[in-house]
């Protein structure tokens, strides 16, 4: 259960959150990137950080000091996206420095899938009950050190492979672009996934929050509303913009039909 109060538009009911990815800010000048958006008249629900290890995306970015050093400067809440092979290495790393929700991939949370699972596009079609057990213990844990656990999928794995785990974790981040790079285009058939994921978890009664990532703008941020995403991630039409704090505010707009005064 999110317990964290969510910003509600006066102009719907409906309740979302944005999540400012840093992965587009300025790496030389991260604390003046996050004081700036925090600080502002509507900060943002929550940070998104993407951690990449180079194999289970083809990118580096981030490690715990980091992460670490962003909980120093901030009260926002931290989201942290592992993209990383054998997330079981490494979960208490991210804990420990402070990830507020920490999120990691169903492909490459599997035992002994060292470099199995390698490039942007990663994907499984089934799951061995071994491999269940695996990542539910993993959500556990992520739970039992007082965080909220969060599973993701990238675009080609079936929606379906999440089903068994509905009841056991905060947040389901769907990925709308391959994991890796800020500033894709989100893809299309990313509104029919979330529908699925959205009915899945009705079925399932949990609660459960669903995150969309990549892709997300002025224009993208409303059908993925629709489509039942509450979590917004965004870095490009963030702090790709020369305002990034217009920039925020407008994609919030944008969810209220509201964009962009
Ligand atoms: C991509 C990352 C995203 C990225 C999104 O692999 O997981 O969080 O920052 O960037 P945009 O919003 O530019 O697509
Ligand atoms: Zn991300």
């Given at each position: 259960m999110v317990t964290r109060p969510i910003q509600t538009s006066p102009i719907a009911a409906r309740p979302i959150q944005l999540a400012p990815s840093i992965l587009s800010a300025d790496f030389l000048n991260l604390e003046q990137a996050v004081r700036l958006l925090a600080g502002s008249p509507e900060p943002p629900?929550?940070?998104?950080?993407?951690?990449?290890?180079g194999h289970f995306v083809p990118n580096l970015t981030i490690g715990p000091p980091f992460v670490r050093a962003l909980k120093r400067i901030t009260e926002v809440p931290l989201d942290v996206h592992l993209m990383i092979d054998n997330p079981h290495e490494q979960l208490d790393w991210y804990l420990d420095a402070g990830?507020?929700?920490l999120t990691f991939h169903l492909e490459?949370?599997?035992p002994g899938a060292r470099g199995a699972h390698k490039g942007s596009s990663a994907t499984i079609k089934d799951l061995t009950p071994e491999e269940v057990a695996f990542v539910l213990a993993l959500l556990e844990r992520?739970?039992?050190a007082g965080a909220l656990a969060g599973l993701s999928i990238n675009p080609a794995t079936p929606v379906e492979l999440l089903r068994p785990f509905y009841q056991?974790?905060?947040v389901v981040l769907l990925?709308?672009?391959h994991p890796g790079f800020g500033g894709q285009s989100f893809i299309p058939e990313s509104l029919s996934r979330l529908n699925a994921i959205r009915a899945d978890i009705a079925a399932s009664e949990a609660s459960v929050l669903i995150e969309v990532d990549g892709g997300i703008d002025v224009n993208t941020v409303s059908p993925a509303v629709e489509a039942g995403a509450e979590l917004l991630v965004a870095g490009n039409a963030i702090?790709?913009?020369t305002d990034p704090v217009l920039a925020l505010q407008n994609i919030r707009r944008a969810v209220y039909n509201d964009c962009c005064g």
């Open positions: 629900e929550w940070f998104h950080l993407d951690v990449m290890d990830a507020d929700l490459a949370a599997r992520i739970r039992a056991h974790l905060d990925m709308s672009v702090y790709g913009q």
